[in-house]
């Protein structure tokens, strides 16, 4: 079997566009994957393009190597954006191979470790009210856990959205009762101080997580958190990117929950070699994905074959989920059921793309009272 071909699309959604990768070969087989990455979509695909020529004419079989050859081949390595490329080559190259021997991806990893795979979702609101209101209705649709966001558009500092948040996630916890999980991602947005305040003020409502406390750029001040004696269990890693970003992240036992993204950390397998870190340091993998059906499907036959896996994010599903790619990725009573069909189990209609254009987005922004630039 050769590559012949590796091509693109985009898909204009509410939030991001969607970046599909295809690969073709002479087998008839194509593969799919995904390497959306917010903002810079446009950017990835020409990565994508100009990795694609390490791998026409080569035998697609030969993922661990092509990866290697992707990877190190290059002066320059590394980052989101190039990372994000290897990504969703890679995730196309895991398609064709279980398509080509029938079987799942996630039979190609050792085989299922779970019968299903727990999923968590988003809930919205800037007031307390508003955020109840959004919690009840996950809860009616099966869910049984969901994350917030410190952000809010009334807040005139970080310090004062924190305060909001805690106020909104008292009133979600009183409203769900002990039994559903709920977790507060606070974007990397505080100092250590601040962070430490936070999470010391979560600490009554009996969190899953608190997500991405303080900037990715320093993992060291994490240690600071740690040493506040909180019992809120801490996750990052969604800006962390391959086993070499999240290598000191785990030997210094920093976070209790490590959330890779298969659309930048470097692929289904570069997870996997991740989570076989995470798991000698009894870490468990809670993946970052607000992303496609493609990266979900990827996710879900990572989660199925990893013994440490804790929860999967859900993207809210926008109509053209479904009309590009059909209900491949329902959540059934707070859970994705395991695909059954060869290789990932999605399949993209790609005349369906057509009727979701890319669509240019403005940058996000946001400044302080004194106009000073803030983190988004």
Known sequence: MKVTDVRTA????DRQNWLFVFVDTDAGITGVGEASLEGFERTVET?????SRFLVDQDPQRIVHHWQSMYRHNFWRG???????????EQALWDIRGK??????????????RDRVRAYTHCHGATPDEAVADALDIVSRGFNAFKMGVSNVHAEDDREAARLAVARVAAVREAVGPKVDIMLDNHGRAIPPDAVELMDALQPYSLLFYEEPTPPDNIHVLGRLRQAGSSVPLATGERLFT???FRELLEQQFVDFI??????????LEMHSIAAMAEAHYVKLAPHNPNGPVATMASIHLAA?????LILEQAKQTPAWEDVSGKTTTVVDGYFQLPTAPGLGVTIDEAAIERHPYRQRGYNQRFGADGSVLDI
């Open 47 to 51: 990565a994508v393009h100009e990795l």
């Open 243 to 245: 086993k070499f970003g």
């Open 79 to 89: 980052g989101v954006t190039l990372n994000s490329a290897l990504s969703g080559i």
């Open 305 to 309: 074959s990893i013994p440490n896996f």
């Open 259 to 268: 959330q890779p993204d298969i659309c930048h950390a470097g692929g289904i």
């Open 10 to 13: 985009m898909v204009g959604v």
């Open 100 to 113: 080509s021997l029938d079987v799942p991806v996630y039979a190609l990893l050792g085989g299922p470790t």
